[in-house]
């Protein structure tokens, strides 16, 4: 495997910047996730790495190895695509195989490396059936398999769980984050879903216009957020405004016993695992009520009108119109500099 790093990378269209100047590196054996909203510039990092993009300015490094201009054949990139791209005139075995025949692997050591791909994936008996034939769960695993049999420099998999059901997504990220881990495959991993990301990824990267906004593993990203974008995309926040002075904030409403970097007007990052209803000195009214089974989502206007979501156990009977009291935990927010 390689590590992978993208130098002052940017990619533009006419007068549209898709990706404007990133530098990242994807470090040998790691699996990193890239999260952002729709045009973000997320696909078009990627299919740059690959190589079906060429970069405006900036580079694309494997292992150190300047591989800007290298077409996508010579970069030996794993792809997987949220459209599993399988051949039906083929089995399984096949699919699988057919990277390594390109390449020039002769036929027994292409058919055993398929096999113990299968075997691995937990697909063994599918081997001579059609993908016509499968789940998309199975397609899935076949177009991983396929895409891991070429023995990748490294693995580029762009949205790969989207359409599948929430159950089957769940059972897929945690065995095949898994098996990327055992594996140690350095790994680009695009999707919109937050916690596919912070399940699967060993890093995440946030963008934002097609810039990098954020960095890091996933509890530090979630709990030290940058800045608001980050605060407000990864997970959910409330952003209160407040005054920092030796080592308080003033909300206004409520006064919390954390520092800021500097004294002055800050916002705090407020994750709704961070309030306590039952007690404590603030009140809020509750505006909205949504049960959803073992929790209970309530929308609650703060004293200063601030509207912020508040979590409680789904057998709290809360309805619109109550008023609660509140505490916030202070080692659960984090002070962002005011812009």
Sequence with gaps: MSDVSLE????????????????????????????????????????????FETPTQGRVLFDGVDVT??????RNVGLVFQSYALFDTMT???????????????KAERR???????????????????????????????????????????????????????????????????LLADLEVTALYVTHDQEEAMAMCDRIAVLADGTLEQVGPPAEIYRRPANPFVANF?????????????????????????????DGEVRVAVRPEAFEIGSGPIRADVADVTYLGERTHLSATLPDETTVTLRADGLDGYRAGDAVSLSIDEDRVHVLESE
Excluded: W
């Design 69 to 74: 201009h290298v077409p996508p054949e010579e």
């Design 112 to 178: 055993k490396r398929a096999d113990e791909l299968l075997a691995m994936l937990d697909i063994a008996e599918l081997a001579d059936r059609r993908p016509t034939t499968l789940s998309g769960g199975q397609q899935q695993r076949v177009g991983l398999a396929r895409a891991l049999a070429i023995e990748p420099h490294v693995l580029l998999l762009d949205e790969p769980m989207t359409g599948l059901d929430a159950e089957l997504k769940t059972r897929l990220r945690d065995e095949i984050g898994g």
């Design 234 to 262: 990864v997970g959910s926040s409330t952003l209160l405004e407040g005054v920092a002075e030796n080592g308080h904030v003033d909300l206004g409403f409520a006064e919390l016993p954390v520092a800021a970097r500097t």
């Design 92 to 106: 399984v075995r096949e699919n699988v195989a057919f990277g390594p025949k390109m390449h020039g692997v002769p």
């Design 8 to 51: 002052s990378l940017t990619k533009a269209y006419g007068d549209e910047v898709a990706v404007d100047g990133i530098d990242l590196t994807i470090r040998d054996g790691e699996i990193l996730g890239v999260v952002g909203p729709s045009g973000c510039g997320k696909t078009t990092t990627l299919r740059t790495i690959a190589g």
